[in-house]
């Protein structure tokens, strides 16, 4: 398209203003360039640390038996920078450059968008200090502690304000589809948060989901899945929309189609979620709810691929000569791809197969490396020149990050996906007599260590294209000269638009004169006011236990179980057997619903790199469990979990107990009034002397008060409550959790709690 | 399970949300004109020097 063209469609478009004056205005370039330096950096940080896990899951020593650097803790490290941190600033990045040229209109406040700017890196910092220390709730994407977690919701709403300020204020009438998905991301991203946030603080980084077990899992899941729908999907979407037009230079394929695309995706998107918890104990009427929708998501999602893929027919000789549309084609294809394998795992009878294995890493990886990275880069490539006013620095050195960046995600995805189908139909292989075929979970880790080592293959590759890119922006950097600012002339389309007063009372008066913002606001206060106040009496009369023999933790495995959190443990096993025979002949009876009345918050897990963990209790005794933390290769030859020696020695904090029972007292665990001083205390000491004499009989001394006995306490007790007969008819009024472990078997306990 | 009943509520909610801002955009026109706002996109171009599409393998500066 030609300039002269060009004008005479912008002329065409603002004739109905004509006799209105064009207002001269400038577009901000230096908080683009602001969120596109993070993205680079805190990307290289993301995929650093990603890398550090994929390399300790073939070498477990690589974590130098440091506990900060530990799989379990930088799981939710790498996945928070790599979706908040290089996702994040990306979206932000684009959105604040297309959004102001699409409104034709400058951010809605400079203070707003820096704000937001530096509220965000602050979350960063804090979340990359505060996941090695092990503060987490554990649940994905979500681990971020509550003070964290509010500034979140803080600068969440200040993004929004700048947003919708902008496109009040815009001058272009029409609102380009790109910022409908951008809508979509602020509006929805708020509710997840929110609903899913719901914890009650047991300390300043401590704190408990208000939802526990199945209720918390369906938050949970509702929330992770739509977190990649409206954080991953959409406002990368609206990205396509208007950084692929721009770089093929021509409309896109059908406009009509992306409008369709839109509307279809959110209608349907935010119904999905279940299919995270196929053969779970969640209704079968919601699974099935969720895996219609997830198919149904098939239509908009390739509908919207092909009109990305369409948009450069006839420009296909572009696509040869220009990296960013290479990375833009290949990010559209990953979609395209992640988008049918996702619904093809939300039919139940793949996802049994699929779930719990390396199926799924390679599913989400297809996304972030393919979706994400690919279009993140093409992007980076297409703003900086332009920021800078001057060309790019290499074509030739793009073109390399190109190649390079492929052949890493393909040694990243095909071994995964290897992997994954290995474990599924390894776990579920029965010989002609009817027995498990690899009976020992091990084995089925040993024979996938291959694949982990070429999966770090494939990020080495893929980091040092980022490398690539980095030097190339920076050198395309120095040979320019930063345009701080764009200026640019547009027709307002209404007559009313006048400026924003920059009064001392300018929020009020934008507020006022704003009446939809001002309810949408209402709204969301009056929102955020009922859920704190509705939800928790809501849900508590819910815990009354449907299996009366399922009591609350002991003190001592409450406190085990805050170490499980700490230390990640969910990362690689899974507490939810599933009721499949392969399944129950392994690990036990299936999981049920009833029994995780207390788990606030749920540990299901997603992933079984190590064996499920539901059934543990009681399989092995104390002291199996003391040398295997110490070093699982001295029990397990060949296991790939990581040495806890840390457990063996740190002692045992005790002084947050009483906080910790009261805060889940309050949200319905029924511990009895009192029980956190004193009683509590004497219980703890009592179950952790049973435990150092049951490690004395494994010839093992060690101390009552190590972190270590109430992790041990934990394992022995999951998943013993359901065995313990006969179930007592009353409902437990009072509870005195005691200390009656022990290390061979759960009788001795059950009776006791049966008896009470 | 009557965490599922808010999740529903919420879920309508926003659908409901996105139906009125539909609507809205239906009745305001925003649809009407399905055909300039895609080249209206690449009518702003603000950038001085152009991105070197046509130079192949080769350092632009």
Redesign the interface.
Known sequence: ?S?AA??N??A??SSPARSVQAETFK?DNAIVRAFAIATVVWGLVGMTAGLLCAVQLFFPGANLDFQFITFGRLRPLHTNAVIFAFVGNGMFMGIYYSLQ??C?ARMFSDFVSWFHFWGWQAIIVSAALTLPLGLTTSKEYAELEWPIKIAITVVWVAFTINLIGTILRRR?K????AI?FY??TA??VA?LHL?NSMVIPAGWFKSYSM?AG??DA??QW?YGHNAVAFFLTTPYLGMMY?FL???A????FS??L??IHF?AL??VY??A?PHHLLYTAL?DW?QSLGMVFSLMLIAPSWGGMLNGLLTLRGAWD?VR??P?LKFMVVAITAYGMATLEGPTLAIKSVNSLSHYTDWTIAHVHTGALGWNGFLTFSVLY?IF??LY????????LA?YHFWIALLGMMFYVVPMYVAGVTEGLMWKQFTADGFLQYPNFLETVVQIVPMYKLRAIGGTLYIAGVWLMVYNLY?TAK?GVFVKE?E?QAVPFRREHAPVERGPHWIHRWLEAKPLTFTVLSVLAILIGGMVEI?PM??VK?NVPTISSVKPYTPLELLGRDIYIREGCVGCHSQMVRPFRSETERYGEYSKAGEFVYDHPFLWGSKRTGPDLHREGGKYPDAWHYNHLENPRSTSPGSIMPNYPWLLSQKLDTTSLPARIQALRKIGVPYPDGFENGPAQKDLQEQSEKIVANLKTGSITANDNREIIAVIAYLQRLGTDIKAAPPVATPPATVQPTAELDSHGQDARATTTAAK | ????L??II??L???L???G??IW?VRSG??D?????????????????P???????????
């Open positions: 398209m300039l060009s004008q469609i912008s065409v478009a577009y040229r699409l034709k272009e029409h609102m380009y589809v409908w809508i979509a509006l929805t509710v609903t939802y199945v209720q369906l938050v509702w208007y037009p721009k770089a230079n021509r409309p896109v406009y009509r992306s409008i509307w959110i209608f935010i119904w979620g209704p919601a572009k000569q220009d960013m297409w020149p332009r006013n001057t060309r790019l620095y290499s074509i030739k073109n050198r040979s764009t640019a939800i809501y849900l819910e | 399970m009557n965490v599922i808010i999740l919420l879920s909610g926003i659908a949300f996105f139906l801002g539909f955009s925003q649809f004109d399905t055909c300039t706002p895609s080249m209206r996109v690449l009518a702003d171009e603000d950038h001085a020097k991105f070197p599409n046509s130079t192949k393998n080769t350092k632009a500066t």
